[in-house]
């Protein structure tokens, strides 16, 4: 009996060498062939590949979160834009209120010689009154050749302040600038046509400051 017992022993040689590598191999999984950085619990993740630049895990969600950052402005530009268009606006009503102001000064002005010339006008008058006065005899005396400068010196300045002479005698009465005080039957003279000029009528740069009173031929 004990030699059956060497002799089934003998019949299977090796088969308690084989039994801890067959334990080993069955109880433990076999990673060898299996690519590096892949797990074993998630098998899907080994087909995901990342885009080159971009930050695994972050995905599209964290693209448009940087880029969103990237379009946030900073608020000391927003305050700086503020201040450019408000001194824009500043600048533009200023220019505005420039040219108002201008545009005032010059129409007071205007008003103001107006006014002056209209009260000039009474003593320009007398000067051609105190002329026509002078006798026959004395129109070439010193006194008379006094007056004369005088009145043509003061005519003058007016002139070159702007005021200019309306025309009357042999126009046509023009109801803008002459004043008709009188009519006369007169076939040497035309239809509506000044025949006489009673007291001469101004202008100050285009504008009636006096109109021409005179007698209009029907």
Known sequence: MGKDRDTEKSEVPGSQEMAPDFAEEGGKENTADKPEGTDPKNPAAENETVPDGEIPGQGEGGRDSGQKKADKKDPKDTQIEEMQDRLMRQMAEFDNFRK????????????????????????????????????????????????????????????????????????????????????????????????????????????VVRHSMVQVAN
């Open 100 to 207: 108002r102001t201008e545009k005032e000064k010059s129409a007071m002005y205007e008003v103001g010689a107006r006014d002056m010339i209209e009260k000039i006008l009474p003593v320009l008058d007398n000067f051609e009154r105190a002329l026509a006065a002078v006798p026959e005899e004395e129109k070439g005396g010193s006194f008379a050749e006094g007056v004369e400068m005088i009145y043509k010196q003061f005519l003058k300045t007016l002139e070159d302040a702007g005021v200019e002479v309306i025309e009357a005698v042999g126009q046509q009465f023009n109801p803008d600038v002459h004043n008709a005080v009188m009519h006369i039957e007169d076939e040497a003279y035309g239809e509506n046509e000044i025949s006489q000029e009673l007291q001469k009528g101004y202008k100050y740069r285009g504008t």
